[in-house]
C-alpha cells in the first residue's frame, strides 16, 4: 500500500516536531539575552519591547553595551543591521519558497526566521528536496522556534535578578547549532565554507562592530561557492 502523501498540516507540525530536540539550546540563548537586558540597564517593559520587536539574540546582545553607554541611536541600529547581515543569506535560500506567499504572509515568515530552524530547514532541503508543502514545514518549524525564544527570554526578563550570567547558558544555544551544523557538512562545498567561515571569523574577532562575523560569513559564502563550481566541473 502506498503511503498517503503528507498535507501541509503534517508538514506544520513535522517542523515543530523536528525543532523540539532544539529547544533546550534555544531556551538557554532566549533565557541569557531576557536576564542580560535588565542587567545591562533596560526596565522590564522596554526589555519586553525589544525581544518581542527584534527577536534578534545577536543584535540585542550586541547592542546592550551601547544602549549602556548611552551611544547614539543611529550606531545602534547600524551594530544591529551588521550582526543580523547574515540574514540576507537566508532570505536568498528561502526566496525561492516564499515567493508565492503574499506580502503579509512573507512578512510574517521573514520575522519568525531564526538561526537553528533556519540550519534545521536547510537540512530538509538538502536530504529531501522533493518535500511538499515546504513552506508548511518552515511556518511550523519557525512558529515552535520563535514561542520557545521568547516563553524564555520574558522569564529571563522577569527573573533576572535570581539567574547569574555566570551560569554560562548561552553555550547551550552554540552546541545546538553546532549539532545541526556537523550533518549538513556531508558535503565538500558545505565543509569548505564552514571552515573558511569559522576560520576568519577567530581571526577577526577583535574587529569592532562584529565585523569579523560578516567577514566569515561572505567569506564563507564564496568558499562553498568556488568548490561547488569547481565539482560541478568535474562531474
Known amino acids: 500500500m502506498i503511503p498517503a502523501a503528507p498535507t501541509a498540516r503534517d508538514a506544520f507540525w513535522r517542523g515543530v516536531r523536528e525543532l523540539l ?4 539550546g534555544v531556551a538557554a540563548w532566549g533565557l541569557v539575552t531576557g536576564v542580560a537586558m535588565v542587567k545591562a540597564g533596560l526596565t ?3 526589555a519586553l519591547g525589544l525581544s518581542l520587536l527584534a527577536y534578534a539574540g545577536s543584535a540585542q546582545l550586541a ?4 544602549i549602556a553607554a548611552t551611544s547614539p541611536v543611529w550606531l545602534v541600529l547600524l551594530t544591529c543591521v551588521i550582526v543580523n547581515l547574515r540574514f ?13 506567499a503574499s506580502t503579509s ?7 519568525l526566521v531564526g538561526d537553528v530552524m533556519f540550519a534545521r530547514f536547510s537540512a530538509l532541503l538538502q536530504a529531501e528536496p522533493g518535500y511538499p508543502h515546504k513552506l508548511a514545514y518552515y511556518f511550523g518549524a519557525a512558529s515552535s522556534n520563535w ?4 516563553v524564555t527570554s520574558i522569564i529571563g526578563i522577569l527573573a533576572a535578578d535570581a ?13 545546538a547549532l553546532i549539532a545541526l551544523l556537523v550533518p549538513l557538512c556531508t558535503r565538500l562545498p558545505a565543509l ?36 561547488d563550481g569547481a565539482t560541478a566541473s568535474r562531474r
Do not use: C, F, N
Open 163 to 175: 539567574i547569574p550570567l555566570s551560569w554560562g547558558l548561552e553555550l547551550a544555544g552554540t552546541l
Open 192 to 227: 569548505a565554507g564552514v571552515v573558511v567561515a569559522a576560520a576568519i571569523a577567530v581571526l577577526a574577532h577583535d574587529w569592532p562592530l562584529k565585523l569579523g562575523m560578516l567577514a566569515g560569513v561572505v567569506a564563507g559564502i564564496t568558499a562553498a561557492m568556488v568548490v
Open 147 to 150: 514561542l520557545a525564544w521568547q
Open 44 to 46: 522590564v517593559p522596554q
Open 88 to 100: 540576507l543569506v537566508y532570505s536568498a535560500v528561502t526566496r525561492p519558497y516564499l515567493a508565492r
Open 21 to 24: 530536540p532544539l529547544t533546550p
Open 105 to 111: 504572509q512573507r512578512l510574517w515568515l521573514g520575522y
Open 63 to 66: 547592542s546592550l553595551p551601547l
